[in-house]
Nanobody, 114 residues
Framework: QVQLVESGGGLVQPGGSLRLSCTAS????????MGWHRQAPGKQREMVAT?????GTYYADSVKGRFTISRELKTVYLQMNSLRPEDTAVYYC??????????WGQGTPVTVSS
């Protein structure tokens, strides 16, 4: 099993930056993919960015050019620049193992407001 713990959320003004971190523990050798999803109030959870074991990265269209995902062995980061009010959400770390098992972090809130 994999456990995920996020950190780095908070309140930021529009145009500002934040960096989220997520550290995995447990059977980290089994992790194939790590990434970030978010869920805004009243909306469905959506994929934000994903990093695969082979180095591939994928982004939602709404964050391309503003967010950057990076991954070390057991930690994944999300650098968020040029933040907008519509980026306000709870951000969840997510992983998928080589056997297809999914794990989720507890979520870290990000609020973009002046």
């Amino acid at each position: 099993q994999v456990q995920l713990v996020e950190s780095g959320g908070g309140l930021v003004q529009p145009g500002g930056s934040l960096r989220l971190s997520c550290t995995a523990s447990g059977t980290i050798f089994s992790i194939l993919e790590m990434g970030w999803h978010r869920q805004a109030p009243g909306k469905q959870r959506e994929m934000v960015a994903t990093a695969t074991d082979g180095g591939g990265t994928y982004y939602a269209d709404s964050v391309k050019g503003r967010f950057t995902i990076s991954r070390e062995l057991k930690t994944v980061y999300l650098q968020m620049n040029s933040l907008r009010p519509e980026d306000t959400a709870v951000y969840y770390c997510h992983s998928i193992s080589r056997l297809g098992f999914e794990s989720w972090g507890q979520g870290t809130p990000v609020t973009v407001s002046s």
